[in-house]
């Protein structure tokens, strides 16, 4: 009689948990039917939950027909292991799917890992009342299984990282705006002295640039780096006025240029006299005479005093005055 | 040094004077090609050999032969083709039925002036035995080795066109050759007296000018032409141009250039400046001897990359920039 009874209690209590056994997932649901028409489920929101963190489980209720058709008794709260509950709420609603009417009873715990492990939502019984019969029914969900895990870094916890961070950006920008603003100012300072410059003619430029190239008067003059100066100046001025490449070309194609350029024979005939002279000096590994150096330095002088004149473009200052007459 | 300078100068006046003689002697026979011929002549005075491009009928023979006739000395043609062997050029052990013994047989090398016409028709292993002669000045035939005469100088041809069947130079070995000349055609006015020259009944000829011993003594004055340290600084500077562009603000061809001109370049620019300065009748180097002379001192030297085939920008076009760029003293 003993093991008949046991059996019986053994069939009862699988058909009232007639549910599959659940996985580590993070919802997991226990639904029992009773006639097939009220379904019970309880869930959480996560599977694993940090120290510092909450975890949602929620048991549902529902049934079709109306809220009325069942009773549901009050339960306890669910038993817990490593979990309290710092919040709960209920709520009733009823849906309408599939054009049947269905009651849904959700009762929704939050819950607080107390140490990190494992934490257990122990089964919870559920006791109702079919309206329709009168007959007392019971329903039970799962163990539920959550991992808490270490906790999470608290926003703020490294809030000084953040701050260094900040700081380092800032200074970054600090600098960079410095820099620019620097820049600006050179820029500024730049385009100040060049409109400067720009004001002085070339010639007068170069006449200045010629007295301070060469010292004729100096004691200590060395002739042969006088010529190597002079021969330089020249070319620079004459890559700046005429557009030949001054620096790159040889005496030879500079004059040929020259030529093209139809510019006064005597400024040619004069600069090409001065190039070669210097090109003798500075690549014979002559010293030079002074006399030579001087009559350079004349002629060059006299050449910048002439360009400052406009005495030097013979062809192209004809049109202007046409152009001015008419 | 001024004495020095003074003293050179008077030594290279005189001993350039032939430099006119050759010049009006050549140009009874070949019309134009100025400056092939000079490009001849400071090859023959800076001991450089050279390497000549440029479509069949521009009296490249026709001038090596002038040349070798005006200046008394022996001249020898060899017509390179795919089946020449090494001995056919140098010389080789002949067995003497009489004697019983091996003599040597002395191949057409040993001349002064050698023509390689079209040095790129023969396998590798015929230029080789060339090249290996031109940079040794002596052939070894047998046991026995024998020195090249003096003076000795190998125009070697290629043909741009008919890739064909061709065993190109490898670039090892165009590095040998002082300078590469690009030949083109005459201009109209070349072109119509050089018709009126070859289609008269007496073809025209050079006489004998110099002899091989003027040459000797003007090859040792080139050695005495004087180069400043400034021109030599300019020479460097040319050829680190074309291995590190970027230094010398040329970042745009950076990427065009495989391979940079050797040390090799700068020694033939060297010589080639002095010889163009001799020929000048100059005793001292101008950086316009070292511009005349650049392109055909480093046409050949340099590599271009494929980016810059893919652009059809040439050595020339590398080289021209490089010159264009750096500031001559």
């Known amino acids: 009689m003993k093991v008949l009874r046991f059996s019986l209690f053994v069939v009862f209590i699988l058909s009232l948990q007639a549910v599959p056994s659940f996985s580590q997932d993070s919802t997991k649901v226990a639904a029992l039917p009773t006639g097939g028409e009220i379904r019970l489920s309880a869930s959480v929101d996560q599977t694993q939950v940090p120290l510092n963190r909450t975890v949602s489980f929620t048991v549902q209720l529902q049934w079709t027909g109306d809220l009325d058709k069942y009773e549901i008794h009050q339960f306890d709260n669910p038993l817990l292991e490593n979990f309290e509950i710092v919040e709960n709420s209920s709520a009733n609603r009823v849906a309408n799917v599939n054009g049947e009417t269905r009651a849904i009873q959700e009762y929704e715990y939050t819950l607080k890992p107390k140490s990190l492990g494992m934490g257990y939502v122990e089964g919870l019984i559920i006791t109702y009342t079919d309206m329709g019969n009168d007959k007392e029914y019971r329903l039970t969900t799962n163990r539920i299984d959550v991992k808490v895990t270490d906790p999470l870094p608290e926003p703020g916890s490294k809030s000084w990282i953040l701050w260094v961070i900040l700081i380092f950006v800032l200074v970054i920008v600090v600098v960079i705006f410095i820099r620019q603003a620097a820049k600006k100012k050179a820029e500024k300072k730049r385009q100040a002295e060049l409109e400067a410059a720009a004001s002085v003619p070339l010639e007068e430029q170069y006449l200045e640039k010629l007295k301070d190239a060469v010292d004729l008067s100096s004691p200590d003059l060395n002739v042969g780096d006088g010529f190597a100066r002079l021969s330089r100046l020249l070319r620079l001025f004459l890559a700046e006025k005429f557009h030949v490449a001054g620096l790159e070309a040889t005496t030879e194609d500079v004059i040929t240029e020259l030529h093209n350029k139809d510019l006064d024979d005597r400024f040619v005939s004069e600069t090409a006299e001065s190039l070669k002279k210097a090109d003798l000096i500075k690549f014979s590994g002559g010293a030079g005479e002074k006399s030579d150096l001087e009559r350079m330095y004349t002629l060059i002088e006299s050449s910048l005093q002439k360009s400052l004149r406009g005495e030097l473009v013979k062809v192209l200052d004809t049109p202007q005055e046409e152009t001015e007459e008419k | ?329």
């Open chain 2, 1 to 329: 040094m001024n004495i020095d300078i003074q003293a050179i100068n008077e030594k290279i006046q005189k001993e350039s004077e032939f430099v006119e003689k050759i010049t009006s002697e050549v140009g009874k026979v070949i019309v134009g090609q100025k400056y092939m011929i000079e490009r001849l002549l400071i090859g023959l005075l800076a001991d450089g050999h050279i390497l000549l491009e440029g479509v069949p009928g521009l009296a490249k023979t026709m001038a090596v032969k002038t040349l070798a006739s005006v200046i008394r000395t022996g001249f020898q043609r060899i017509q390179f083709t795919p089946d020449l062997l090494p001995a056919d050029l140098i010389g080789t052990m002949i067995y003497d039925q009489h004697d019983g013994k091996f003599s040597v047989k002395k191949g057409p090398v040993f001349s002064n002036l050698v023509l390689a016409d079209e040095i790129n028709r023969s396998p590798a292993k015929v230029q080789s035995a060339l090249l290996e002669a031109m940079q040794e000045r002596q052939v070894t035939i047998g046991d026995e080795t024998f020195a090249l005469p003096a003076p000795f100088l190998v125009l070697a041809t290629q043909n741009p066109i008919e890739q064909e069947g061709t065993y190109p130079l490898p670039e090892a070995q165009v590095d040998r050759f002082m300078l590469k000349l690009s030949v083109g055609y005459p201009d109209r006015d070349e072109e119509l007296e050089i018709m009126r020259r070859m289609t008269r009944s007496e073809i025209p000829s050079a006489d004998s000018v110099v002899t091989p011993k003027d040459i000797l003594k003007a090859k040792s004055a080139v050695h005495e032409v004087y180069i400043d340290p400034k021109i030599e600084n300019y020479i460097i500077d040319i050829v680190f141009a074309t291995r590190k562009p970027k230094d010398y603000g040329l970042d745009d061809i950076e990427e065009l250039i495989a391979y940079g001109a050797s040390p090799r370049a700068s020694i033939n620019l060297t010589l080639a400046a002095k010889a163009h300065a001799f020929i000048r009748r100059r005793g001292f180097v101008t950086p316009e001897d070292v511009r005349s002379i650049g392109m055909d001192v480093l046409r050949h030297r340099i590599i271009v990359t494929y980016e810059a085939e893919a652009e059809e920008i040439t050595a020339e076009d590398v080289v021209r920039k490089v010159l264009n760029k750096i500031e001559v003293p």
